[in-house]
């Protein structure tokens, strides 16, 4: 039987390297400091695959023989796309606009297997029911210093998670990475999700 090909995480994302880990998937971590402002895709689900794929491209000129995962997350809210607030200021307003309304979490997701110079592209997208928080309490959230990190201004496997009512989709997506999807594209590339435990 061939062995399998290294599992590389091209992303610093510590989200979604618990993800794997709690998956039973132990990567290693290739961050590929990629520069996202060069890219200038208006729509989410684009922009999320592009990211995506720029990022395990940056880190698979620098390996062989290695199985590339990438990914990037955004939230699509008002005809608006976020990523990273870029201070507390940003956060708070970004919160402001948030509270009581649905937004679309898109995470993009690419799989590049070098043994068989195959790249699988795909996205996941998932809606998000925000409450309807208070001043204060954004105040607070933000002043912890949690959604300065996250794609969308919040965590919802942390705090941020008090302020969201409903997930309607992929519950892992929202965190950074759609365990289901990535699954099915292990699979496409044939690979058994269990042969990486």
């Not at 994302?13 to 402002?37: H, K, M, N, W, Y």
């Not at 684009?46 to 940056?58: F, G, M, P, S, W």
């Not at 592209?121 to 990190?149: C, K, N, W």
Request: one cysteine or more; aromatic letters at 6%; charged letters at 20%.
């Amino acid at each position: 039987m061939t062995p399998l090909p290294p599992f590389v995480l091209a992303s610093a994302s510590a989200a979604r390297l618990r993800l794997l880990r709690t998956a039973g998937i132990e990567p290693i971590v290739q961050v590929s400091d990629f520069d996202e402002d060069q890219v200038q895709a208006t729509d989410p689900k684009d922009l999320v695959q592009i990211l995506a794929k720029e990022k395990a491209a940056t880190v698979a000129r620098q390996l062989s023989g290695a199985l590339i995962l990438g990914c990037d997350s955004v939230l699509a809210l008002q005809g608006e796309t976020y990523g990273k607030p870029a201070n507390p200021t940003e956060a708070i307003e970004r919160w402001r606009q948030m509270r009581g309304q649905v937004g679309e979490l898109y995470t993009g997701h690419v799989l590049i297997d070098q043994r068989t110079q195959r790249t699988l592209i795909r996205h996941q997208m998932t809606q998000v029911h925000f409450a309807l928080v208070s001043d204060r309490e954004i105040e607070a959230y933000v002043a912890s210093g949690e959604p300065l990190y996250c794609a969308g201004c919040f965590a919802l496997e942390g705090r941020g998670g008090l302020f969201v009512e409903k997930i309607v989709g992929c519950h892992s997506n929202v965190i950074g990475l759609s365990l289901p999807l990535l699954r099915q594209m292990l699979a496409d590339l044939g690979y058994g999700v269990a042969d990486f435990w």
